[in-house]
């Protein structure tokens, strides 16, 4: 389980390491921000696409086979990017990266809900959840660190080498814990599954780029055939005798709720991932390192509190953490919606740690009392479906993010009688950000009123 932790630290850490380096990528490659934002998105997407796959995989390949296949494939990954000197290169190497990833969190989740007794599952998905939030969340300090002292190829020569680790460990102690069934593959669900997932975020993704906006032809129709896709592979799944992904799991409210949570916990951590460095860079022209450091103490406070949060979920249920959680995030990004140039930097951190701590009080006991409603014999099932969305949530909210970051600083060039062919300015970044984060608060509102629904389940054993 170790090895499966680390290994999935990094993949984690992945999501979002290359955040605070998007400027330097925009100025090293010579292109766009829309562009640039696809080192994360096309992440994002491999993940969306691929994870759907994992319950299968995980009833026709052991444990270890998933987890060496994994770690391999994420190793050549970095080692891709830390040797990438265009930008294609280093977009290969994320997707291989990605790859690993998209086997890997499946499968560490799975194997909480296999080897730990129901009356501890708060603790350990605790463990977890510090892992697969608070590494997203420290990924842009890091990063930062490197580059500061280093380069930018060094945050993929770490990732090779704590990979490496969690390769070789795993090689010697990772045992076989999953039941091998091989159920019969059905292409035709793999391939609606393939352009409904990666259509929706295609779409989504295209959004911010060029004059036409929303009604460009790369947006309107990649949506439109996802979303036709998507239905067809919901109604396939709900026809067969033995689905690749079960979604009636979604008949059980409480997963329901859950899964809705941590899709917009993916949402408001993916986006403001992206906000905050470019703000801190190119707003407040801080160097790299010192918006690492900025970041910092929230990643800190965020893994540190996802324990104890498993804990008082053992105790107290999910409505405990969850609404103020809720409510805690949405005050913070409130204020985030107004920072300008002369916003003081204990404002940001403040605000940054209210809202990893916000965070952290709704992801682990949504997801947790999400899955324990479910028989044990669909855990396969509920762990591909709430991964997917996860991914898939954090490519759309980016997405729409940059999207409405880059009209608000658009908006507030043609106001000010500047071209819009120019570079943009400060001022106008800020006014984009600003619009950015009331998009990113209407998400974390919605969130609360669905988190009012949420209640503690009697746990499936």
């Not at 396969?380 to 898939?392: E, P, W």
């Amino acid at each position: 389980m170790a090895s499966l932790m680390l290994a999935g630290f990094v993949g984690t850490f992945n999501e979002t390491a290359l955040n605070i380096a998007l400027s330097n990528f925009i100025q090293v490659f010579s292109i766009s921000t829309s562009i640039a934002q696809w080192l994360t998105t096309g992440y994002l997407l491999t993940l969306g696409i691929l994870i759907p796959l994992s319950g299968l995989l995980m009833q026709w390949f052991t444990t270890r086979q998933l987890f060496l296949t994994a770690a391999i494939v994420s190793l050549g990954g970095a080692g891709i990017g830390g040797m990438a000197g265009s930008f294609e290169v280093l977009l290969t190497g994320r997707i291989l990266q990605a790859t690993g990833t998209g086997l890997l969190l499946p499968l560490m989740f799975n194997m909480v809900f296999i080897i730990f007794p129901a009356h501890k599952r708060g603790m350990a998905m605790g463990l977890v959840t510090m892992i697969f939030t608070a590494a997203p969340a420290v990924g842009p300090t890091v990063s930062g660190l490197l580059i500061a002292n280093l380069s930018w190829h060094w945050i993929f020569w770490l990732s090779f080498v704590l990979m490496l680790i969690a390769l070789l460990v795993g090689s010697l102690y990772m045992q076989n814990v999953s039941t091998i069934t091989k159920p019969r593959i059905d292409l035709f669900s793999l391939a609606v599954s393939t352009v409904g997932f990666g259509g929706i975020v295609f779409g989504f993704s295209h959004a911010g780029e060029g004059d036409a906006g929303w009604n460009s032809a790369m947006v309107v129709w990649p949506l439109i055939v996802g979303g036709v896709a998507l239905i067809l592979f919901v109604y396939r799944q709900l026809t067969m005798e033995r689905p690749l992904m079960n979604v009636k799991a979604f008949k059980h409210p409480m997963f329901l709720v859950g899964t809705l949570l941590i899709f917009v916990c993916m949402s408001i951590n993916i986006s403001s991932m992206l906000l905050l460095p470019m703000f801190l860079i190119r707003v407040l022209e801080m160097s790299t390192l010192s918006a690492a450091i900025i970041l910092l103490p929230g990643g800190i406070v965020m893994g540190l509190s996802s324990p104890l949060i498993g804990r008082l979920f053992d105790k107290f249920g999910p409505r405990f953490l969850v609404i103020p959680g809720l409510v805690l995030a949405a005050v913070a990004l409130w204020f985030f919606s107004d920072i300008t140039a002369i916003s003081t930097t204990a404002f940001i951190v403040t605000l940054h740690v209210c809202l990893m701590i916000g965070i952290a009080l709704v992801w682990m006991p949504a997801q947790t009392n999400g899955m324990n409603q479910l028989p044990r014999e669909m855990h396969r099932d509920g762990t591909a479906i709430m991964n997917s969305l996860i991914q898939v949530a954090g490519a759309i909210g980016m997405a729409v993010t940059v999207s409405i970051m880059t009209a608000g600083g658009n908006k507030y060039m043609k106001a000010a009688s500047m071209a819009t062919e120019s570079p943009i300015t400060p001022e106008a970044l800020a006014a984009g950000i600003q619009d950015a984060f009331l998009f990113v608060l209407s998400v974390a509102v919605a969130g609360a009123i669905v988190g009012l629904m949420i209640k503690r389940v009697k746990v499936s054993r």
